[in-house]
Structure formats: C-alpha cells, structure tokens
C-alpha cells in the first residue's frame, strides 16, 4: 500500500492509495496526473484528505481481501471514499459491503473516477488561476450549446469524405459527455443540442462499454446516454441521427418528455439503386413504416431531413420516387441539396452524371413539394399552446423557438408580448399565424 504525499492547505485535498499490479500503478499514476493538473493537492493522510481514492485490487482472494479492508479502513479513517481498479468491476460486492463509498469505477477509468471527484469534491473555480470556466469556453448564446459526443464515423456514404478526413468513429467516455453536460445546465444552458456524425452509432467503437456517472454505471449508448441527459431538466434535442433499427428505442423517451420530441435522421434519398450506390440503407417503404409508428408512440414529433438530388444515375423515375416518397413520409422539415462531387469521394468515379442545369430543376420541384408539406403543417399548430425558448428580445417583441425549431436551421416563433422577456426564457405561446417556415403567437 503507498499514500501519495504532498500537502497544502486550502485546495482540495485527494488521498490516494494504489494496490495491486504495475498496470493498476500505471492506472494510479494517471489519476494522479490529471488530479494535479487540475491543481488538486494529494495527501499523505487521511486526516488531511478531503475524499481518498482507492485504486483496487480483484485478482486473488487474498488481494480481494486487502482491497476490501483498505476501503473499510478508509471510510472509517475519513469518510468520502472513490473506489477504482479491478475490484470495482465487480461493484456489487464493494456496495454491498461498504454501501458508504461515493462511487465506484472499474480499472482504466481515469475520466470517471475524476468526474467522481469533481462532483464531491469540486475544486472551486478560481477566476484568478483558472483560464477556462467549469462549463468551457462557447460561441454559442448562453441558453444553448452543442454538445458531441463522438468523432469520425464507421460509415463510408460514396458522396462524403468525413471518414477519410476524420477517421473511424471514436465515441467520447459517457461519464465525460455526461458531466459536460451537468456542468453546461449548471451554467444556465436551457438547451443541449447532441451533435456527432453519426449520433446513434455512439459507444459502437467501444462495444456499448459501461461508464460511470456519479458513481452511477451508464452504458456507452445512445439511447442510455439520452435517459440520463433527459434528467437534467433542460431540453434535449439529437442531431445526425443515421436511421439505424434502435432510433425507435428514442421515441418513447420523446413521447415521456425526456427528449425533445424532434429527430433530425438524414435519409438522403428515397430509391433503392441511388440509395445502394450513396451506400445507405435501401429500404424506403421500411422507412415510411417507422415513420409511421414513431408517429403513433409520440404523434407532436418533428421530422427533419435531408437529400440529395442529381446524384450520378438518378433516372427521372428514381427522382419521381423520392418525391413519392416526400409525399408519403410528410416531413415537417427538408434540407436539399444538389450533389456535387468533392475531391476525393467515391461517388466521383459513378457513371452518369446529372447535368447541373437537370439537377437545379429537380431540387426547385423538390422544395416546391417540400414547401407546400411545410406549410400545410405548420398551418395543424394554429391555435395551438406551445412551449418556446426565447432567443431574442427587440422592439417588435420576442423571437423564440418551440421544440420543433432548433436554432439556425429550422424556423422562428415571433412573440407578440409585453412582458420583459430576456433570452432564455421559456415561455407558453398561443399560435395565431403560420407560413411556410415560421410561427407567430401571443403569450398565454
Ligand atoms: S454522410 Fe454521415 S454517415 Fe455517411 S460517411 Fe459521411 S459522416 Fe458518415
């Protein structure tokens, strides 16, 4: 058994006791690393420790034994006890035994035994030292923010050059995603906007591994991370959201209010071949059924997607199907674009290029459809009381969004008031006017 030692007063104090092998010393030193970097002081008692980490042990009997003394011995001593290493694995038998500790982590878990130790023992922020505040530095207005939770993708869309430029997906540890978002609430977010490149593959790279949050085990998976981020109290909303079969497992917790009811799951396309030949899922009739059932489980969700018109092949009866399609499907929000080809992408090297001036044909068509589908649905909220996130307050009154606007692609609520709202309020709007893209109510 070893105790770091190095003492100071008034900062944060951290015990730190490493058993076990040279990989779980290695695992000790890494904690260590980053509990200094973060100018937390470690120390060489537990009289003098604020909260005391102990890196376990789980190979023999007998080493289960130590562990399990030492952090008997450690509560007893001081109290506020983070259990990490190979015994923590088996997190049941540590809590049943000493039900007291924190939080408990399996080996190789730096990034959460430090999120346990900032949630009970946060290290105060100190503006003089400290260059970043707790929730980051962000361009965005202080009510939303964008959090990722994952970079690169494992998918290879012929028209798309992310995965040569990014690489293969490397999803973010859930307990890191997890306190970033905490700490973004805590800092007066009203929003969290759950962007990646392919949001629903989260956690796939590390086989769904189990996180910890808080000392709260959360699997490394879209829908698990959305419960937990559904309990923070703000609006939720996903982004990028490829149409993989467990998207539907999301619907439920829009329909409970946990996630804003909004899905942006780009489709792309509507035809089988141009789907096979992006590289995509070719199933469109497959796709109108889910449609179809998302919206029986949680019938207020919005739709949001994008295609791509005059990708090379698309005959005038491929491009026929996906106006069929966008017929069927009613979408309440399109983003369409005209492919154009991108140094490096696959799709380059397809026969049968559309010409451009055929190509700017068919996109007007598509959004003239598109638009018509907008209006019409956007017309169903007349009358209706929705929720609205103010973003601006000017002379005319308040520009918000509902949960069906997410900001800087999808439409406006203008709010007749005179109330002195600011932005980040949420406020309850009557809808007395609608257009193609935008919403005009009074305050109820
Ligand atoms: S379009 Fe999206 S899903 Fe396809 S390869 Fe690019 S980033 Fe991945």
Redesign the pocket.
Known sequence: MTFASSLQPKIPRVGFISLGCPKATVDSERILTHLRAEGYLISSSYADSDLVVVNTCGFIDSAIAESLETIGEALAENGKVVVTGCLGAKGDIIRQIHPKVLAVTGPQATEEVMEAIHHHLPKPHDPYLDLVPPQGIRLTPKHYAYLKISEG?????T?????SMRGNLVSRPVGEVLQEAQNLADAGVKELLVIS??TSAYGVDIKYRTGFWQGRPVRTRITELAQVLGELGIWIRLH?V?PYPHVDELIPLMAEGRLLPYLDI?F?HANARILKSM??PANSENVLARIKHWRAICPEITLRSTFIVGFPGETEQAFEELLAFLEQAQLDRVGAFTYSPVEGAAANALPDPIPPELQQERLARLMQLQEEISRERLAGKLGQTLRVLVDAVDENGAIGRSSADAPEIDGLVYIDSDLPLKAGDWVDVRITRTDTHDLWATLV
């Open positions: 993708c494992n998918h290879r869309c028209f798309c050059i992310i995965p490149q392919d990028y490829y780009p792309q590289k995509r």
